[in-house]
């Protein structure tokens, strides 16, 4: 019992060490790569960015815009208590972008795109290609984890302004065609009571969930043993331990901006 | 005359190495040279540490204990940007090919060639067809490694591995899964490279014919140990009897292959 639980305490820190190990590696190869002329290459950031992003559109739209729906009927069911529907406008907004956008985003993406990194590079892992590439000098670091880690870094948070605005489109369906708010009037409010600070608030949000996304996918994928059943458990393993970092680096980033009164 | 004077120095040098996996002993204190130039064959049983060899060369596994010199650097020491320097005069032809799948055969050649010359998209260009009519390729340029065959897998294999023009080539069963015609032309094309080139020739095989076609120098390994580097035609006359039951593919012998399943050697009548 105690040995078992010893181990799983070293084997917790030695994960730790490598993911802080992959980032400082990654920001490395990014910041002094390219004065080294070994800069990550153009076109291999640019298929991830159509993979990370573009490709992600569909899954991120219908996952909020039906959020949004939601979103609107549960508040409105509360508010119509209190005779204040017309403020679902509002609310709808300000959680979509301070909350549920980036975090339903960032998740929807960790499945899809997380997933993918580790199954990928898993394979190439165990089928000897990244052995191949270290072989030929090339790092696999710099020329695999670098495109997906900047290619995920700036498609999320793009990611999740189209989450937050195709989320806001469903409560402006159920406003305006259930609780029959005037359309001009929904418009309204919804901006009325949106700062600024809730939309940086999320696109922060978004940008720490894109790092997380990217380094347990590219961890876990370089990572991997075994066979076909090593590739399997890398990217069960890559989607959990994503989905409960998201949620914890979005408890903290909460309640920074919470307790700071940001 | 060059390659006389050349051919006395060790390019490759191991002493005392051995390796381990989850506490055996997988390399066992092994040691020998290679020579600039020459053509080195490991032949041994499968499962005897011929792959393992290899990446201990290549500096992909570092030897618990010993040292492996190539080109007078303990590549088992060095990391990071010196061991790429030295890397990069490495070729090596995988067991699997290991061709990255996402790429296609002419990315996969001009891989090293992008990432570790200037030379302009032309050049890359002509260089790539070189090389893949060496190895009879030419016109699956645009395939993807998923629509080729295994065989022609390997042939790509080893045009990447020779793209960069290497010193050293390490090939791990370069003639395996092809057939004769094809084995023999690869088998005189590694003979070409190491004569013409004086390229430091590698090869690991079982292919009996090729060790007797290629090689300088044949190493036996068995069970991690070497058991004799001797010359092909000493090979023949050889009074080693692990050598001379390898050589002639008996099933009984000092290498025993029914080892621990007491009783199914009786099975098969032998
Ligand atoms: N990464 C590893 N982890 C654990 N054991 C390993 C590893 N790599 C190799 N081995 C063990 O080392 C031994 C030698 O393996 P190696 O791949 O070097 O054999 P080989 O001589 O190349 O065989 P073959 O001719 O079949 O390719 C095997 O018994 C294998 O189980
Ligand atoms: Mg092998």
């Known amino acids: 019992m105690i040995t078992i639980l010893g181990k799983t305490i070293i084997n917790f820190i030695k994960n730790i060490s490598g993911v802080i190990k992959l980032l400082v590696d990654i920001l490395y190869w990014l910041i002094i790569g390219p004065f080294k002329g070994k800069a990550a290459q153009r076109q291999g950031i640019f298929n991830q960015m159509i993979f990370t992003g573009l490709r992600s559109m569909p899954i991120v739209f219908f996952v909020t815009i039906f959020t949004g729906v939601v979103l609107a009927m549960q508040s409105a069911y509360q508010l119509q208590k209190m005779g204040a529907v017309l403020y679902v406008a509002s609310l709808v907004a300000v959680s979509l972008c301070r909350e549920l956008g980036p975090v339903l985003t960032a998740l929807v993406v960790a499945g899809r795109v997380g997933s993918a990194f580790a199954a990928e590079l898993g394979t190439m892992k165990v089928s000897e290609q990244i052995e191949a590439l270290e072989t030929m000098a090339i790092n696999p670091v710099r020329f695999l984890a670098v495109p997906r880690f900047i290619a995920l870094f700036f498609m999320l948070p793009c990611l999740t302004i189209l989450g937050n605005l195709s989320g806001m489109v469903g409560g402006y369906l159920v406003g305006v065609y259930s609780l029959n708010i005037n359309p001009d009037l929904y418009i309204q409010t919804t901006f009325k009571y949106l700062e600024i600070k809730d939309i940086y608030t999320g696109i922060t949000k978004s940008f720490v969930f894109a790092v997380i996304i990217a380094l347990i996918g590219c961890f876990e994928g370089l990572n991997t043993k075994g066979g076909a059943e090593g590739v399997g458990r890398a990217t069960t393993r890559s989607v959990v331990i994503s989905f409960i970092l998201i949620i914890l680096a979005d408890c903290i980033i909460t309640s920074i901006f919470y307790f700071s009164k940001l | ?270």
């Open chain 2, 1 to 270: 005359m060059i390659k006389k004077d050349s051919k006395d120095e060790p390019i490759i040098s191991l002493k005392n190495v051995s390796k381990y996996f989850h506490g055996n002993k997988i390399i066992d204190n092994v040691s020998f040279d290679i020579l600039h130039g020459e053509t080195f064959v490991i032949m041994g049983c499968s499962g005897s540490g011929k792959s393992t060899l290899l990446r201990l060369m290549t500096g992909i596994l570092k030897p618990e204990e010993g040292s492996i010199f190539v080109k007078g650097k303990d590549i088992s020491k060095i990391r990071g940007e010196e061991l790429d320097e030295v890397r990069k005069t490495f070729g090596m032809l995988f067991q699997y090919s290991a061709l990255l799948d996402s790429l296609t055969v002419e990315d996969n050649v001009s891989l090293p060639l992008k990432e570790h010359t200037r030379l302009a998209q032309e050049i890359i260009d002509i260089i790539i067809k070189m090389k893949l009519s060496l190895v009879g390729l030419r016109g699956y340029e645009k395939h993807y490694p998923s629509q080729i065959s295994g065989g022609m897998r390997k042939r790509v294999g080893l045009a990447r591995a020779i793209a960069l023009d290497p010193n050293i080539v390490f090939y791990d069963e370069p003639t395996s899964g092809l057939d004769p015609v094809v084995g023999g032309v690869i088998d005189k094309l590694i003979k070409e490279l190491s004569e013409k080139l004086l390229i430091t020739s590698v090869v690991i095989t079982h292919d009996m014919q090729s060790v007797f076609n290629i090689a300088d120098r044949v190493a036996m390994v068995h069970k991690g140990r070497i058991i004799d580097v001797t010359t092909p035609d000493e090979l023949r006359s050889s009074q080693n009897p692990y050598i001379q039951q390898f050589i002639n593919g008996r099933p009984l012998g000092p290498i025993d292959f029914f080892k621990e399943d007491i009783g199914i050697g009786e099975i098969f009548g032998l």
